[in-house]
Each structure stands twice: as C-alpha cells, then as structure tokens.
C-alpha cells in the first residue's frame, strides 16, 4: 500500500490531507490555519509519517485565523500562525476547553515585499512601504524606481501575515481601497511575477518570478537583506516567528509531534522549504 495519499482542495483555503499505513492505526493530529504555513506543516507532515509508519496527519490552511478560531472550537490539535494569538482569542480558548493556551514557536520568516524581477528599485524603507499601501505613494518614480503606477497586492484580513504588515508596517493605519487583496501567499507573489509594476508581501519561503527587497527600518538606517542571519539577529526589521498553538500543554502524539518539529529533524526542514530554524536558546511549549 502507498504510504501516502495526498488530496488538494480549493474553498476557503488551501487544504492538504495526508494519511500513512493504516487508516484505523490511529486518530489523525490536524494542524489547521496560516497559510503561510501550509507548505511548511505539508513537508514535516509527509516526513514525520514516513518516518512513523500508522501516524496520521492532516493539514489544512485558510489563515492563521482560521487555525485560531478552529482551536477555540475545539475542531483542531495545532493551530498553525504566522501573528501571535491575541489574549482575548486565548481566554476563548480556555473558556471553552479548560485549558492554558500553549504558545510554540516553530520557525522564523523574514516577512518579505515581493517585486517584480525586472522593477529596478531594490531598496524601500518601512515609512515608504507604510506610504505605498496607504495609498501615499502611487508611482514607482516616488521610491526611485520608472514612471508607472504602483499595482498593490495583499492578503485578506483573516491572515496572520495582514495582520503583522498592518500593525508593523502601517503602525495599524488603514490599507487602501485599491489594495487587492488575494487568499493566500502564492497567490500574492503569482500575481506579482506576471506584473512589473506590483508590489506585494509574504513569507520568505515565496519567490518564484520576484525578487525580495531589501528594508530600511528608517532613512537613516541601513538597508537589510531579509536572509537567514538577518533575520534571526534580527537586524532585518520584519522578522517575525511562526508558531504552532495548542489547547494546554501537548501530550501524547501531539507532544511527539512537537518534540520531533523542534528537534534537529523537523528544523532541517524548516530551513530546506525556505524558512529559518529557531534560534538555539528558543524554548518548547512556551506559554503567554
């Protein structure tokens, strides 16, 4: 028998279900929300069932806040999310199942800004990214770049990843109307490689057909490239982590699961789909 079937959905998000060995072996852990995540939660779901005949693991995306409200429903193991969960979605939690929301860290993303290959501007500050997508700025000419219209692409606002650009680029100032907003990070940087004059964001792990900008934390500051040693000193100035959430501290083959990610496995591949592995001194099951 395969040891892996895989089934790709289109509807509210991306979905992704693998299953290895027999299907009465076990109760299969989900993971459900970012989509930033999904490629990442597909790999370590493929490996770690390869690795572990009978284990069951099915992965589905839709937004980090999809993952958040399905963990306050009690509908998922892991709630996969590229923001932190907010106290009042975490007081949801333990209203509902009695339990302490446990906090993982499980990588780390340099949010990037996509551009299109051929656009000559290679650097924009945090101010002049806030002014585009406000609708500040609407020429390429005003950050340096040719006479054309800037074409802005987003993520929809159940994303994690909306709401880290809103709250540390935009200082929580309103997108514009003209941004287009699309369900999820491929579909950004898709839009992005078939337009020079786009302008779009995402994880790192994202960028065929686009180059990444380097970022400015202000105009006095020196322009970072969102690489590995950047971004985990920090020094790029959109990094962020990317976390698993669980109801109450993992166990059974959850705790597994958990201590296999955060182990030099499961944080091989965080760095082989395009993300960064946890720092060293990072912590497990860490609660807020």
């Known amino acids: ?47 770690y069932m390869k690795n572990n005949p009978g284990s069951r693991i099915q992965v589905t995306g839709g937004g980090s806040g999809t993952g958040i409200a399905a963990l306050i429903n009690g509908t998922t193991d892991i709630a996969e999310s590229s923001r932190s969960m907010k106290d009042k979605e975490k007081e949801s939690v333990k209203n509902k199942s009695g339990k302490e929301v446990a906090e993982i860290p499980v990588a780390v993303d340099g949010l990037a800004v996509y551009i299109h290959s051929s656009n000559p501007v290679k650097v924009l500050s945090i101010e002049q990214l806030k002014d585009i997508y406000i609708g500040k700025t609407t020429n390429w000419k005003q950050v340096g770049g040719n006479d054309a219209r800037i074409i802005t692409y987003g993520r929809e606002n159940n994303s994690g990843t909306y709401a880290y650009f809103k709250e540390h680029v935009l200082a929580n100032a309103d997108f514009h109307p003209s941004v287009q907003t699309l369900p999820g990070t491929a579909a950004v940087t898709n839009a992005v490689a078939k337009d020079p004059k786009a302008i779009g964001y995402g994880g790192i792990a994202y960028a065929k057909g686009i180059h990444h900008a380097q970022v400015k934390k202000d105009a006095a500051s020196p322009a970072v490239e969102p690489n590995m040693e950047n971004v985990l000193s920090g020094a790029y100035p959109i990094s962020r982590y990317l976390y698993w959430y669980t109801a109450g501290e993992p166990a059974g083959e959850v705790k597994k699961l958990v201590d296999w990610v955060l182990g030099a496995d499961g944080q091989k591949l965080v760095e082989s789909v395009g993300y960064y592995p946890l720092p060293k001194k990072t912590g497990t099951g860490k609660k807020k």
């Not at 509210?12 to 299953?19: F, I, P, V």
């Not at 989509?35 to 493929?46: N, S």
């Open 1 to 47: 028998m395969s040891w892996h079937k895989r089934s790709l959905m289109l509807g509210l998000g991306l979905a992704l279900s693998l299953h290895a060995g027999p299907l009465h072996a076990q109760k299969a852990i989900t993971l459900k929300g970012s989509d930033t995540m999904v490629i990442l939660g597909q790999r370590w779901a493929e490996v």
